[in-house]
Structures are given as C-alpha cells and as structure tokens.
C-alpha cells in the first residue's frame, strides 16, 4: 500500500546552487558527460541495455541515505552519460526521507498521477490558491489521490533564483526549456509494478544540456533533398 502526505515541504522551495551554468553532475559522482568505459565491470556495473530499453548500465550496490539502490546509467549514442536513475522498494518512511534529502536542493514544479496532473508554476501564476492553507490542502490532496491509485511522479528542478525563474515562465515545461546548463531536474517516481511491487525511483538529468545536445544534432543534420 502506497501512502504518505508530504509534497507540500517540497513545493518550489530550493538552496542556493553555486556554479549551476557550470556543473555538470548528476547524482553523486556521476557526470553528464562521462564516457561508458569509465564504469567499468569491476566496480559493479553490468550491461542492462535489454531491460532498460536503451544503452545502459546498471549497479546494484548504490548507497543513498543508508540505503540501497540500484543504479541506472543511460547514455547517448556517443556512448556519453546524460540521465541516471535510483531505484529500490518503496516504503512511507524512505518516501518521507528521499523528500527531504531533495528539499535541501530541489523545488517541486510538477506532479502528475494517472488520471490528473498539477502544474504547481501555471496554478500560481492564475492565482488559484487563496492562500498557504489551501494550497497546502490541495497539494496533499492531490498527492493522497495519486498514490492511492498506484502511480505518482513529481518534476523537481535545482536553480537558485527559482522564485525568479517562476515569475518568468507560464507553466512547467516553459520553466524547463530556460534552466541553465547545468542545473538538475529531478522526476521522483511512486508505482506499483506487478513484478516488483511498489517501486521508488528518481531520475536525475541536465534538462539544459540535453537540449542543446539535440539542437546541435539537428544542426548537424545532412542536407538532403527528398
């Protein structure tokens, strides 16, 4: 049973974040950037391509917040990192730690279910919360409903002028497409897989990155008539 009550700590809050236009990390010690063979099999990391889906490797022995996690790693076609993932067994109480582990950096913007979404910038930009408590109440809510039904994901983003970035941008996705180059974006997944069971992960990229990534790809497109 998936359960818990505490986006609301999460919602647009965020620290400061030095040198985000420079960073380049992902989790840890894992860069956007970093070649495949500096994972090597010795060190725990496996070809898990075919279960992912893309190229990637796998470790299964990721400590985070004295827990275990597999680790994820996929990359580009150049055989370069650019997203990660963590993964393990949900429960209420890593729930509630993982959240406030990304509270220190992250500021929630995002969250959608399976049947409904809220987009946290676009809601207040219409003014749709009359004050704290009533956004507090639909945030948790909103949450309760989701993970009820089995399935929840919540866009975090790390930028230290995100009361700025906010005022500037219409919704969500807009907020994205004008994050800095090396400021993280987080999605945290909560679902319950029929192999698994109730699953906890959280996926970490370099949204500025990656589309400058793909822009140089469509630049360097072949001309070609058709």
Known sequence: MITSGVLTSLA??????????ESTQLFKDWHDGQHIDQFPRSQGYYDCTADLGVLALCNDNVTFLQHSFQGQ???????????????TDYSDDLYATMIGALIRDFGMIYAEGPNDSLDLVYELHQGNFADKA????????????????????????????????CANSSNADDMILKLQPGTRAVDMFVYEDDYWGATLEASFHLPGRM???????VRQAPVEDF
């Open 12 to 21: 647009l809050i965020a620290s400061p974040n030095v040198g985000a236009d």
């Open 73 to 87: 790693l996929s990359f580009a076609d150049d055989n370069t990192l650019v997203s990660t993932s963590i993964v």
């Open 134 to 165: 009533s956004f507090e109440l639909a945030l948790n809510s909103f949450e309760a409903e989701q993970l009820r039904n089995g399935y929840l994901v919540i866009t975090l983003v790390e930028q230290d002028s995100l009361e700025q970035l």
């Open 211 to 217: 589309l400058s990534r793909l822009q140089e790809k």
